[in-house]
């Protein structure tokens, strides 16, 4: 899927969200952070689920469908909430920045149970 070129001459990665049944689909600018763009009202906003954005709370955890080669390896973060989700190529959308079109889904996460470590992190930071 390559990128859209805009009238200036710059790449507007393609988002594709799937939840809840539904795929919502838009633009986004390049090297985007699809919570910080949901943080301030901006596509994904309101399909995204999202809490912290730093990685703690793994809220925004989601399932890359497509292009996941295009992402940097998991950072730490990741690794720690994560942990053998990664395999199965769940990703941190807070941890992501955006520069090719990416295609994701929430749909499986309600049923997706978290680490060990992760719902005790969770647990104990209250949330």
């Not at 809840?20 to 906003?45: D, K, T």
């Not at 399909?47 to 996941?68: E, N, R």
């Not at 990416?102 to 680490?115: F, H, K, N, P, R």
Request: aromatic share 6%; glycine share 10%; charged share 20%.
């Amino acid at each position: 899927m390559p990128c859209e070129l805009t009238e200036k001459g710059d790449f507007m990665p393609n988002i594709k969200i799937h939840k809840g049944g539904e795929a919502f689909e838009g633009e986004v600018p390049a090297n985007s952070n699809l919570v910080v763009r949901a943080g301030i009202r901006q596509f994904p906003y309101p399909h995204l689920s999202y809490g912290c954005g730093m990685g703690k709370c793994a809220k925004c955890m989601c399932q890359i469908i497509d292009t996941a080669e295009s992402l940097p390896e998991p950072n730490w973060k990741e690794k720690k909430m994560l942990g053998p989700k990664l395999a199965e190529g769940y990703r941190l959308a807070c941890q992501l920045w955006i520069n090719d079109d990416l295609e994701i889904s929430q749909d499986s996460q309600q049923a997706v149970q978290a680490t060990p470590t992760t719902q005790q992190k969770v647990h104990n930071a209250g949330g």
